[in-house]
């Protein structure tokens, strides 16, 4: 692969990560007409997208702000949800490690399930791409845009009509995560754990605080790592060789070729 410059590198990470951007659209808008039918003021919607950037946890915080709940369980249950992203970022870390601390920290805020499924794609077919980073910062700048644009959006619509969040819109952000999920499970370890996670999502879904999620994680992690051993451990096993006591078989070539060698030795000695 061709080294790309920066700002080739910057926009291709944009333009790899438009179909996502796409997806997200609805679910901001969204987002930004529920604010509109809560307690909370427009402006906090908006500083809310800009300071967060974190779909899933921005939508239980508002929902749980209107049920009046203690700001601790509102904390915890936001954090169990993102903690997703430390496993994006241990992913990602290998690739970026090299960089400085202000670059990373803004990779980390930047990160996103969107973000995370397009770089780490690119980094598994270029792992030693120099400008790397610079994808990256197309991929997440996008998507953080997008999300403020439509937030905005949201809120302003949402009080004219307020009915908007109802119309099935959130079915493009589970488009979305299909189209993130069904290309990881061409490999055996991730189709293991989207099938584990998927399942435990589904038993446990009635854990009060969102438990359920964090429940859900942990097994498809377990469920994955044992995969990825299994596998490696079958792809170490050594090949059994013929048993003691058996004799080895050899083809004509091998023989005509052990001849030869034994005529050339013994003119050598001549």
């Known amino acids: 692969m061709p080294v790309l410059s920066r700002t080739a590198s910057f926009a291709a990470g944009a ?3 438009l179909p996502m951007i796409v997806g997200a659209a609805p679910f901001g808008l969204i987002f930004g007409a529920l604010v509109a039918t809560t307690p909370l003021a427009l402006w906090h919607g908006q500083l809310m997208s800009l300071s967060v950037f974190a779909g899933s946890s921005q939508f239980i915080a508002a929902g749980l702000f209107a049920t009046g709940v203690g700001y601790a369980v509102l904390w ?24 400085s ?37 197309g991929s997440g700048l996008s998507m953080y845009v ?21 119309l099935g819109l959130d079915f493009a952000m589970v488009a979305t995560f299909i189209a993130i ?11 293991v754990a989207t099938v584990v996670a998927g399942t435990a999502a589904y038993v446990c879904q009635g ?17 994955g790592m044992l995969a990825l051993h299994a596998r490696r451990r079958d792809g170490a096993r050594p090949t059994s060789g013929p048993k003691a006591g058996e004799p080895v078989e050899r083809n004509a070539s091998d023989d005509r070729s052990g001849i030869r060698a034994e005529e050339v030795s013994a003119g050598a000695t001549q």
């Not at 069904?182 to 055996?188: T, W």
């Open 15 to 17: 333009r790899d990560t």
């Open 76 to 99: 915890a249950t936001t954090l169990i949800v993102n903690l997703r992203h430390m496993l994006y970022a241990a992913n990602l870390l290998p690739h970026v490690k090299h960089l």
């Open 101 to 137: 601390l202000r670059w990373r920290a803004l990779m980390g805020f930047l990160l996103t399930d969107e973000t995370f499924a397009v770089t780490s794609s690119h980094f598994h077919r270029h792992p030693d791409d120099p400008m790397g980073h610079w994808y990256f910062l």
């Open 146 to 166: 997008n999300w403020q644009l439509w937030t905005l959006a949201g809120l302003l619509f949402g009080a004219a009509f307020p009915r908007l969040q109802t």
């Open 181 to 191: 999920i069904v290309p990881q499970m061409a490999r055996m370890p991730w189709a």
């Open 207 to 223: 854990l009060p605080y969102k438990l359920g999620l964090l429940v859900a994680v942990a097994l498809g992690i377990a469920a």
